[in-house]
């Protein structure tokens, strides 16, 4: 009896892990689809985005940023970038590495 109580409890134990790693693997595939979908995830590290922008307009970051914005994968490394009296804008896509914008700075946001 000892033996049978024994497979028993195993059989249950196992029947627990095949069920626990079958509700994993159900939830994390449409888990991970739904965050892929709701944001993109940056490919580019700052640093990288850094010297994308600083190639673009050379000179002194004021400010930086990771957003939201309209236009490329919809997630920007955005830089205010001032190189003597001229501040620009640049925006570069945080996926492809894109240079999405370079315009003079206007104060508009």
Do not use: C, W
């Amino acid at each position: 009896m000892k033996y049978v109580g024994f497979l028993a409890g195993s059989a249950l134990a196992v029947a627990t892990v095949i069920s626990a790693s079958a509700l994993a693997s159900n939830a994390t595939p449409a888990v991970a689809a739904t965050a892929r979908v709701a944001k993109p995830q940056a490919r580019l590290s700052v640093a990288q985005a850094r010297k994308v922008a600083l190639n673009a307009y050379p000179g002194k970051i004021l400010s930086e940023e990771l957003e939201h914005e309209k236009g490329g994968s919809g997630l920007r490394y955005s830089f205010d970038i001032r190189h003597g009296k001229v501040i620009h804008e640049v925006g570069v896509d945080a996926v492809t590495g894109k240079v999405l914008e370079n315009d003079v700075d206007k104060g508009n946001d």
